[in-house]
């Protein structure tokens, strides 16, 4: 699915304007219909009762044909409205309506905001201002944000919540409305991906306003949010006569003294995402485990700096992931010296390895072209050297990497974002909140080597990569919760992620 930063989202409106034809009060009309058979879904008609808050541009006049639409229904409904002579033409059209049929609902604020008494049970609906806000909001409608703030009642914003710029990550210092639920029109808007905003934006859905499909197909973003729709054509069906060759060999350096879990880790969910052959590269401390746990894997001890370096240089290895609790020794930092001297295939780079690239930064000109690397939130300012200002900085900085040095990061976290060499962003749609544990990254590793050993694109991997992995965890729980969801528990329903990605409708 693409995404659209705001102005974008404008010009689409205006393309379905002007291409369908529509007029612009009839899709505000399309767009407060759907509003009301969401919240007729969630809320019951008889008792519910509503306190909407609508602001002067196209927020507010949706909110205001969403009252008129509610009057329809035994909601008990109160709407305010904002503003003294700022309003838009569609505002004011919503805003005649209104009265014209519901004479004595509205109450209107020009100047001053006298606090409306509402019930600790009412339900709040924000409809103050879009996504097209560009500056902090004061006066008035501070005065606004702060009384719902204030209440402990259940908040519903419209498209995005009042105060918040569609864009960015919220900095605290200024007023914005603190929503339980957000109803976004058409697409959801970038600020709802970045972890700063999680306490404002609360719960998401999307609402289909039948904005011009042809307008989105012909619309360039560098945006994108990935699904399984984006998924199922790129899944490889395997072949009758195919053989373990024809499915890659991996070598997975991973593991050091005390860490022989990442490498079983990393090794299970490799041999679990279709690969062909792997050979494991650690300590000879970790060779039972490891063999014991994983007797698919070829096991390559690892006494030297100059352990893996023949088997890079004769191209031995369709791909290398490297990095899962490796460690940062001089071993370490001589492996991955060997693998930069003398393999150029894309590999991936995790943990540990990324922790030695921060600290020998000349490696970085030196990583084979897209290859992927998968930094948690920390890892990722050490590479880069520096800390972020915010979720949105940090993608700009990956962006700025990844052109620059050719590579595919993958920033991990909630809607885990893969950065691409051309300055797309990939937001991931799979995943939940028991990831949040040891050992998921491991399994990430694991799996996006394995997928690159086979002969998926780097690009591809990464993405296919990411998906399964929060499928996996998302299937999980089923039987677990987000709680006792462990990395195994990610593992142990590969099986079940793939089929999921690969079924036909």
């Known amino acids: 699915m693409k995404l659209f930063a705001a102005d974008k989202i404008r010009e689409l409106d205006q393309y379905t304007i002007q291409h369908e034809p529509i007029a612009s009060i009839d899709l505000m009309e399309r767009a407060a219909d759907a509003l009301f058979e969401v919240i007729l879904s969630m809320y019951p008609v008889t008792g519910t009762k509503f306190c909407i808050f609508a602001g002067p541009g196209n927020n507010g006049g949706d909110a205001l044909a969403l009252a008129r639409k509610m009057q329809l229904l035994p909601y008990e409904v109160q709407i305010h409205l904002f503003g003294a002579d700022n309003f838009s033409e569609d505002c004011i059209t919503n805003k005649n309506r209104l009265i014209q049929q519901y004479p004595h609902l509205l109450t209107e604020h020009k100047y ?149 879990g990442a490498a079983v880790l990393a090794a299970k969910s490799a041999v679990k995402s279709g690969l062909g052959l792997l050979t494991v590269c650690s300590p000879e401390c970790n060779r039972v485990i490891v063999q014991t746990a994983v007797s698919e894997a070829i096991y390559l001890s690892c006494r030297s700096g100059d352990c893996l370096a023949k088997g890079f240089a004769e191209k031995k290895y369709d791909a290398v992931a490297v990095g ?20 150029n295939k894309p ?40 800390p972020v200002q915010d979720s949105f900085a940090a993608i700009g ?24 060499p051309d300055g797309n962003i ?29 002969g998926y694109e780097p690009e591809v991997a990464a993405k296919l990569g990411v998906f399964l992995h929060g499928m996996a965890a998302d299937i999980a729980l089923e039987s677990e919760s987000e709680e006792s969801l462990t990395a195994n528990d990610i593992i142990n329903h590969l099986g079940r992620a793939f089929k999921q990605v690969a079924k036909t409708e």
Not at 143 to 166: E, Y
Not at 324 to 343: E, I, K, M
Not at 351 to 380: G, Q, V
Not at 426 to 454: H, Y
Request: charged content about 20%; hydrophobic content about 40%; aromatic content about 8%.
């Open 112 to 260: 001053t905001f006298a606090e409306p008494e509402i019930h600790e049970d009412t339900i709040i609906i924000d409809g103050l201002f879009g996504s097209g806000l560009n500056r902090p909001l004061t006066g008035i409608y501070a005065d606004v944000i702060d009384f719902i703030n204030k209440t402990k009642n259940t908040v519903i914003a419209i498209d995005i919540p009042s105060g918040l710029f569609a864009e960015g990550c919220h900095c605290g210092e200024t007023p914005v409305v603190k929503a339980d639920h957000t109803l976004s029109f058409q697409f959801p808007k970038l600020a709802f991906f970045f972890r700063e905003n999680e306490s404002i934006v609360g719960d998401w859905s999307v609402l289909d306003i039948g904005l011009h499909p042809q307008g989105i197909e012909n619309t360039d973003t560098n945006y994108h949010y990935l699904d399984r729709s984006d998924l199922i054509s790129i899944l490889r069906k395997r072949k009758k006569f195919s053989h373990k060759g024809t499915y890659g060999h991996l070598a997975l350096v991973a593991g050091s003294e005390g860490m022989a």
């Open 324 to 343: 899962p609790g490796l460690g940062a020794g001089n071993l370490s930092v001589q492996v991955l010296t060997d693998l930069l001297n003398n393999y």
């Open 347 to 386: 590999c991936v780079f995790d943990a540990d390895a990324l922790n030695i690239i921060s600290e020998h930064r000349e490696m970085l000109k030196h990583l084979p072209r897209n290859s992927i690397l998968t930094p948690h939130p920390k890892e990722f300012e050490r590479l880069l050297g520096k």
């Open 397 to 420: 900085s990956a962006v700025e990497m990844a052109c620059k040095y050719h590579l595919i990061i993958v920033l991990k976290g909630r809607y885990t974002r893969i950065v691409t």
């Open 426 to 454: 990939c937001f991931n749609s799979t995943g939940n909140p028991g990831m949040a544990t040891g050992g998921t990254g491991d399994v990430l590793t694991g799996m996006i080597g394995s997928l690159l050993a086979q």
